[in-house]
């Protein structure tokens, strides 16, 4: 127990603020070893010793937005989910021959670890995809893998290597040991999948620092003035499109033309439309809208796909609030899904979104490239989070993004980290967290399809499903024994 506690504690250290890539594989060892041999309950136990040193650390940061009962909650989730998903790793252990060879026993624990990491990225209320292992690995020197296998396929090839080094070691023979090393030589100097240059895009983007967080003191309209004082400075430059974050206008200008007027000007001044983003009320749903703001109000719109429950809806809420009313009480908001595409079109660019939590969905980043995006705007709105982690884990996410597509990102945030991201997952700009910020950058555009967005799920969903069917065959297999070796002993 205290060792998989151990390597839950080393996990959390692979994603930022430290995000020292390596200690993802000796956690993901540590992890593997105690399983071995263990029983179903004994793997459930380690299981969970494993998640409880890991999860709660790492998302301490609910404890900022509602407090400690939310942080809890997600958090023993999570590592219940874990737990579940270390039975059929130990049982792999247990009935796999002692001979089976240090490729296929990887790949087969490697395949139960991505599954367990889609169940608890779907399930329940679309799931939670925030801490899978190759999201770790963006400043790691397999990060390129993404652009071909996606996140899922890098998660896999984690484990795959860490269990690799196991089972050369528990064959014995030093020269197996080779077999996964030259096999992480290789993938590391595989480059990723190119994309094709298509020109450049000049955005302007601002970082308001506004009173921007659930429970900030404000009057109406405070965050909308503090993002027009902090655009002044863009103003009269020259631009292709000028980016505003998450809940940069604080009332509905589909609704309020005040606030729309305010918007027209925005534009005449910018010479250029704004993308920006607003709760809008449209019959009787309420969304989360990220709105392309032209000479013509807001031709092209996206509702956010997947409200975060908890946060931007409450799902049952009858029942929660039977549980704790005061707590679900303070969450007023019930944001409806959106259904229209992530995806808008400035001049001849597409552009692909995400709105804050939507970026760590892999269908909502396919659909915009699928759909011909050029680049990527993410907006967010991290001011519930100041001063915690999360907002660094997102933008690790929306790096991974930039690779896996072979895309631009712009990640633009109300109270920070803003970044601009090259295709290749590097910091083109940045702007720290809790500074007013308005620059403007070139960020390249390319077209062409990489693998890991052509192919979507499905080698994470084969490998996982294969996994499976190999561990309910290895199961049959050996009952199958258990009656011949009884026959034997009494003869």
């Known amino acids: 127990m205290p060792t998989a506690m151990a390597g839950g504690l080393i996990l959390d250290l692979a994603y930022p603020a430290v995000g020292w890539w390596p200690a993802a594989f000796v956690a993901v060892t ?14 459930l136990g380690v299981g969970l010793a494993f998640a409880v040193g890991f999860f709660p650390l790492h998302l301490i940061w609910v404890d900022e937005f509602l407090g400690p009962l939310p942080w809890i909650a997600l958090a023993a989730l999570q590592a219940t989910l874990f737990a579940i ?31 367990r990491e889609l169940v608890s990225g779907a399930w329940p209320y679309t799931g939670f995809p925030w801490a899978r292992i190759g999201l770790s690995q963006v400043d790691g ?28 070691g528990r064959a014995r023979e030093p020269r197996r040991g080779l077999i996964p090393l030259a096999a992480a030589v290789v993938l590391a100097l595989l480059p990723a999948f190119p994309t094709t240059p298509a020109g450049e895009l000049r955005i302007g983007w601002v970082q308001a620092n506004g009173p921007s967080a659930y429970f900030d003191e404000r009057a109406s309209g405070d965050i909308l003035a503090a993002q027009l004082a902090a655009t002044e400075t863009l103003l009269g430059q020259d631009m292709d499109l000028l980016v505003w974050p998450e809940g940069s206008v604080d009332s509905d200008p589909l609704n309020q033309p005040a606030t729309a007027a305010v918007l027209d000007d925005v534009v005449r001044r ?28 807001a031709p092209q719109m996206h509702d956010k796909i997947n409200p975060v429950p908890f946060g931007e809806y409450v799902p049952d809420r009858w029942f929660y609030e039977a549980i704790a009313p005061e707590l679900i009480g303070l969450i007023q908001r019930e944001y409806t899904p959106g259904a229209n595409p992530p995806l808008v079109t400035v001049g001849n660019v597409a552009l692909g979104l995400a709105i804050c939590f939507d970026v760590i969905y892999d269908d909502v980043i396919r659909a915009g490239a699928l759909g011909g995006a050029q680049a990527y705007v993410f907006q967010t709105n991290n001011a519930d989070f100041r001063g915690t982690d999360e907002n660094l884990q997102q933008l690790a996410t929306a790096r991974m993004r930039a690779i896996e597509t072979g895309r631009s990102v712009a990640n633009i945030s109300t109270t920070g980290t803003s970044q601009l991201i090259a295709p290749d997952g590097t910091v083109l700009d940045e702007a720290a967290a809790g500074t007013t910020a308005a620059r403007i950058g070139d960020i390249p555009l390319r077209t062409g399809l990489t693998p890991a967005v052509l192919l979507g799920p499905w080698p994470t969903a084969i490998a996982s499903g294969g996994a499976i069917l190999a561990l309910l065959l290895l199961g049959i297999a050996r009952r199958g024994r258990a009656p011949r070796l009884e026959q034997r002993s009494f003869s």
């Open 270 to 297: 910018a010479e250029a439309p704004v993308l920006a983003n607003a709760a809008t009320q449209r019959g009787d749903d309420t969304h989360n809208t990220s709105l392309l703001w032209t000479w013509e109000g």
């Open 85 to 115: 998903g270390a039975v059929p790793i130990a049982l792999a252990y247990r009935w796999l021959p002692r001979q089976a060879g240090v490729v296929l026993p990887p790949l087969l624990v490697a395949g139960l670890w991505t599954l």
């Open 30 to 43: 540590l992890g593997l070893l105690t399983l071995i041999g263990r029983s179903v309950p004994g793997a």
């Open 141 to 168: 020197p397999f990060a390129q893998i993404a652009s071909w296998t996606g996140t899922g396929g890098l998660s896999f090839l984690v484990v795959a290597l860490s269990a690799s080094a196991i089972q050369a």
